[in-house]
Nanobody, 126 residues
Framework: VQLQASGGGLVQPRGSLRLSCAVGEGASRTYVMAWFRQAPGKEREFVAANRWSGGSARYGDSVKGRFSFSKENGKKTIYLQMNDLKPEDTAVYYC????????????????????WGQGTQVTVSS
């Protein structure tokens, strides 16, 4: 399964940015999609996730109320709308997918995902 993330860049604190992740070949095999991020020297952190079939998106504690996960099933594309960005949001953002029917409590676990995009850099700085 091919994942292509885009939309990263440099933004000032309190600014907004929208990331996209297009699922290419093998998209029909995916079931749950997610965003993770990794800052230098830190472990990969869960950001948001949801099933293609719908339901409520799940969010990491540090982004709740500021980030929003959305998707376009027809285009097999997911988005991450990031508002009120803070310097601590600076990281490489990765989209991920799994073909497994994982339970909700596992959506925030990186090992639940089998496929990863190449990552897109988000830098929040004045």
């Amino acid at each position: 399964v091919q994942l292509q993330a885009s939309g990263g860049g440099l933004v000032q604190p309190r600014g907004s940015l929208r990331l996209s992740c297009a699922v290419g070949e093998g998209a029909s095999r995916t079931y749950v999609m997610a965003w993770f991020r990794q800052a230098p020297g830190k472990e990969r952190e869960f950001v948001a996730a949801n099933r293609w079939s719908g339901g409520s998106a799940r969010y990491g504690d540090s982004v709740k109320g500021r980030f929003s996960f959305s998707k376009e099933n027809g285009k097999k594309t997911i988005y991450l709308q990031m508002n009120d960005l803070k310097p601590e949001d600076t990281a490489v953002y990765y989209c991920a997918a799994t073909a497994r029917g994982i339970i909700v409590s596992s959506m925030g676990v990186a090992n639940s995902y089998d496929y990863w995009g190449q990552g897109t850099q988000v830098t929040v700085s004045s």
